[in-house]
């Protein structure tokens, strides 16, 4: 099978056409060389076109060697109080499928961002009792011991996990370990005897245009086949800094999120993660993770239980084309420098506010999201390179790596005690990127809570918008911001001036001081 291959019919119609191109073509040049026979005496050289590639006939084989390794999963969660309608209808219902994709492409904030505002009910809603919520999802063997992934989103949360085979056959399944950041988790089952399993591919990343075939468990049907094609590489759907996905046609659903994207020889190529559709159904653009980083990370969570990765201690933004232009380069690449953490390994080894980082280990950083990355990749404790533009000219500089903050150093991070203006506010580090999905490009100070009375919720404001600066003065601190705020309060004003970022979005927004 052939993976650039047109489809047998295709190939008939073609071949066809081609066959009577060619026939006009010679009937033509025969007809020239009778009105003239001057030019017949040099017979010009035909190109022949290219025989079409034979199409896969059927993906059957691989998929019967392949799919006795798919597995669907059943998650089994306590859920908090729900809000009901009135008349005991649920609020949060989904039957369209939307709630995974609202989640995987809104986050916690899905419910603000479709006209329900976020923390409290709608009125007319009152708070049901807690229940038990059930949801789905997909997985493969990669280890013959029972060893499963899946996506972290399919099994957070979960008090009971349970595995069914292909055959049937049900276990309940022990939660190795989870990475949200690249939304992965490991499972493990024992059922007594060594299970069928699948790998991840070795090689380099498929082509754009490569088969791709998927099995899953869409909407709880069970081991459901689809088939497509590579579309893109490298896609950003801000789930965090760590995104590099693979875009794919082949349709998959609400359901299929943990299963495999397998190429033609049966080996997994990705780890099918979201989808972007309008309806909550396929509309051909979905999302795998590369089988590059699953591969590892898989390895780190089976080992440990955790994922290990390396940490500069830098905040970094986008070169765009004015900034490049501002500092003489020819191209728009690199992550530049905007905050060094004190006493981090960047700030012992010396990078500066302004740096402009353009290489890793001899690495190219092409865009700000690449150097994220790179640094992970590098093992805490171990050495790295950076190739950086200081003011024009060129320098390496070699920094010890350290480890990255986890969900334990976020009770330690700089946040504000106090409201200030009806807001709680914390610094930007790792983890409350994390939590909030705020890439690395960013700086500012992010909001954690808004209080619902407040001005600032009047004017929209909500947790995870980013303060980026106040009175048209930057900010990096929760510090920053209480000084400027108290410097304008000094000064007689009735309101303060906030540039907030929501999304990918900016505005500026005054918020009144005497409410304060």
């Given amino acids: 099978m052939n993976p650039k291959a047109i489809r047998p019919g295709t190939w008939k119609s073609s071949g066809l056409l081609a066959t009577v191109g060619i026939l006009v073509l010679v009937g033509y040049a025969a007809t020239v060389a009778s009105d003239n026979p001057v030019r017949a005496k040099t017979p010009e050289k035909v190109v022949q076109s290219q025989a079409a590639l034979p199409a896969p006939v059927s993906f059957s084989s691989v998929i019967e060697r392949v799919s006795p390794a798919v597995v ?110 690249t939304d992965l988790a490991l ?70 999120s943990g299963g495999p994207a397998f190429s033609t020889n049966g080996e997994v190529i990705g780890v099918n993660t979201a989808i972007f559709s309008p309806t909550g159904g396929s509309v051909g653009i979905g999302f795998a993770i590369p089988a590059s980083t699953a591969r590892d990370v898989i390895a780190q969570l089976k080992d440990s239980g955790s994922v290990e990765r390396g940490w500069l201690g830098v905040q970094i933004q986008a070169v765009t084309e004015d900034v490049a232009a501002s500092l003489g380069l020819k191209e728009a690449k690199g992550a530049l420098v905007s905050k060094v953490t004190a006493e981090s390994p960047a700030d012992v080894a010396g990078v500066r506010r302004g740096d402009l ?19 992970a990749a590098v093992a805490p404790g171990k050495t790295a390179k950076l190739a950086l533009l200081r003011k024009g000219e060129e320098r390496n500089v070699t920094v010890k790596v350290g480890l990255r903050p986890g969900p334990r150093e976020v009770a330690s991070a700089e946040q504000s005690k106090k409201l200030l203006l009806g807001m709680r506010l914390q610094a930007l580090d790792p983890a409350t990127r994390d939590r909030f999905n705020i890439t690395d490009d960013v700086s500012g100070v992010v909001i954690t809570t808004v209080h619902p009375s407040s001005s600032a919720a009047a004017k929209g404001l909500s947790a995870g918008d980013v ?39 900016q505005r500026f927004v005054a918020l009144p001081l005497r409410k304060a």
């Fill in 187 to 256: 499972l493990k089952i024992d059922a007594g005897k060594d299970l069928p399993h699948v790998s991840f591919s070795k090689t380099a990343t498929p082509k754009v245009g490569d088969w791709v075939v998927t099995i899953g468990n869409p909407f709880g049907l069970g081991h459901t086949v689809t088939a497509g094609i590579v579309s893109a590489h490298h896609r950003s759907i801000g789930q965090g800094p760590y995104d590099d996905f693979i875009q794919i046609d082949a349709p998959i659903n609400r359901g299929n």
């Fill in 467 to 505: 303060i980026v600066e106040v009175a048209n003065e930057p900010v990096i601190s929760p510090k920053d911001v209480v000084a400027k705020v108290q410097a304008a309060g000094r000064s007689s004003r009735k309101a303060v001036l906030f540039l907030i970022r929501k999304e990918a979005e």
């Fill in 357 to 375: 980082i353009v290489g890793v280990n001899g690495e190219q950083v092409s865009s700000v999201r690449t150097l994220p990355r790179l640094v």
């Fill in 72 to 181: 669907s999963i059943q998650v089994t969660q306590k859920a908090p109080a729900v809000a009901q309608m009135r008349g005991g209808s649920p609020a949060s219902r989904d039957p369209d499928g939307m709630e995974e994709f609202l989640h995987r492409f809104f986050g916690e904030d899905r419910l603000r961002q479709f006209g329900q505002p976020k923390g409290g009910d709608t009125p007319g809603t009152r708070r049901g009792p807690a229940q038990r919520q059930v949801g789905s999802g997909s997985g493969f063997i990669v280890d013959p011991k029972g060893y499963i992934v899946t996506n972290d989103h399919v099994v957070r949360g979960a008090a009971e996990i349970v595995v069914k085979m292909k055959d049937g056959k049900t276990h309940e399944a022990e939660l190795i370990g989870r990475d949200s950041l």
